[in-house]
């Protein structure tokens, strides 16, 4: 039992060590299966939805393009992605660390 403890702690710790240093990567995966609306399409009207509305299928530059060449408010959005995921990934290791801690005493 001690020794699945141990395990396990080692594991915890690491999935939230990898979520809060590859948050980025993780929202820009998140993107690729995402329609996104570009910045300055109007949703009301549904003006150009086939011109103006990406699919980020064909690969991670576009997502690296949309990024770059997004607003404020899209920037912002993609930085509040990043930090929640971030949150949940410190809580997970936080766990980890508690568990780590009962396993190896």
């Known amino acids: 039992m001690e020794i699945i403890l141990k395990?396990?702690?080692?594991?915890v710790v690491?999935?939230?060590a990898v979520l809060v240093y590859g948050a980025k990567a993780v929202v820009k995966r998140v993107l690729e299966k995402q329609a996104v609306v570009k910045p300055g399409f109007d949703s009301y009207t549904n003006d150009?939805?086939?011109?103006e509305i990406v699919k980020y299928g064909k690969g991670i530059e576009?997502?690296?393009d949309v990024i770059e060449e997004a607003d404020d408010?899209?920037?912002e959005i993609i930085a509040q992605k990043i930090v929640s995921?971030?949150?949940?990934?410190?809580l997970i290791?936080?766990?980890g660390a508690v568990l780590a801690v009962v396993a190896f005493r």
């Open 62 to 64: 576009v997502v690296n």
């Open 93 to 95: 290791l936080m766990a």
């Open 48 to 51: 150009g939805v086939e011109d």
């Open 14 to 16: 690491v999935t939230g």
């Open 85 to 90: 995921i971030k949150k949940t990934g410190l």
């Open 7 to 11: 395990i396990l702690s080692l594991l």
């Open 73 to 75: 408010g899209m920037k």
